[in-house]
């Protein structure tokens, strides 16, 4: 298995970093410096971990493991493979020696066998858009060790959720979904917090906001999967980025996106627009 940025540091943390949060019963939220990294299941049970956290993390998302589940989840299920939701993952398979899975269109990404294009700075935004220029965009080596979500929408391990493709932002973006209490795990398909901004990222202020801009590539899967999700009308919400939404206001918030998505959402100008 191969990570090229496993070891990088990257001094970006919020002022969430590490205080975990109860999304429902069984869906826990633990932030790990700008990203969720999420353990969805029964504590007692054991349960899937969803995305891998940021580079040189992997000690604290497995102490998190072990006070949620008492010990190693059995499986990690990827919504996507930039580099802040895979960050320590050779590291967490090595530890714990537990199968990953992602979307077929995903696996090159995570095979060695392709790159993501590569971020894109001029995009109108802030201080973390100007950053990204730096942020990596290669692709990892999982080997065998990673494998296609079953096609008919189920999650191994995970009864009872299914996921939905949601591409936009990458080709196999995916998002997860239980249909008897509608609680969603959106990935970055949209965020509450506006990611570009170093600001209102390091104090995690609430906003409704499209996919990271600066690293999305095709705006329109990006709406069109907006739309596929306010029609599943969740009662919370836990995105890739931000603060989770629940009832109300995130009913409001999902609609006024779908709906006025090329305002809020897309930026004005950019490589990828």
């Not at 589940?69 to 050779?90: E, W």
């Not at 899975?101 to 294009?117: F, I, N, S």
């Not at 936009?168 to 239980?178: A, D």
């Amino acid at each position: 298995m191969e990570n090229s940025f496993e070891h990088t540091f990257f001094p970006m943390t919020s002022i969430t970093s590490g205080i975990g949060k109860e999304i429902v019963p069984d869906v826990y939220c633990y932030p790990n410096q700008i990203v969720n990294v999420l353990y969805v299941g029964n504590p007692a049970d054991g349960g899937v971990m969803v995305d891998a956290g940021m580079p040189r993390s992997a000690d604290k998302l497995i102490e998190a493991a072990e006070e949620r589940f008492g010990g190693k989840p059995k499986a990690i299920v990827l919504t996507h493979g930039h580099f802040d939701h895979v960050g320590s993952i050779v590291e967490l398979v090595e530890q714990w020696g537990i199968p990953v899975y992602a979307h077929e269109l995903e696996l090159p990404y995570l095979t060695g066998k392709a790159d993501y294009p590569p971020a894109d700075p001029s995009v109108d935004g802030g201080l973390v858009t100007e950053m990204s220029r730096l942020f990596p965009n290669d692709g990892i080596n999982l080997d065998a060790n990673v494998q296609a979500l079953p096609s008919d929408g189920t999650i191994p391990e995970l009864p009872g959720w299914r996921w939905i493709h949601t591409p936009g932002h990458t080709p196999g973006h995916v998002s997860l979904f239980r249909d008897s209490d509608r609680a969603l795990i959106a990935g970055d398909a949209f965020v509450t917090v506006k990611q570009e901004s170093l600001y209102k990222v390091l104090l995690q202020q609430k906003e409704i906001s499209g996919p990271p801009k600066y690293f999305t590539t095709d705006w329109r899967a990006a709406h069109e999967s907006v739309r596929k999700l306010a029609a599943l009308q969740p009662l919370s919400a836990v995105t890739g980025h931000g603060i989770p939404m629940f009832g109300e206001e995130l009913r409001s918030n999902l609609t006024m996106l779908a709906d006025d998505f090329e305002r809020i959402a897309v930026p004005e100008q950019g490589r990828y627009v």
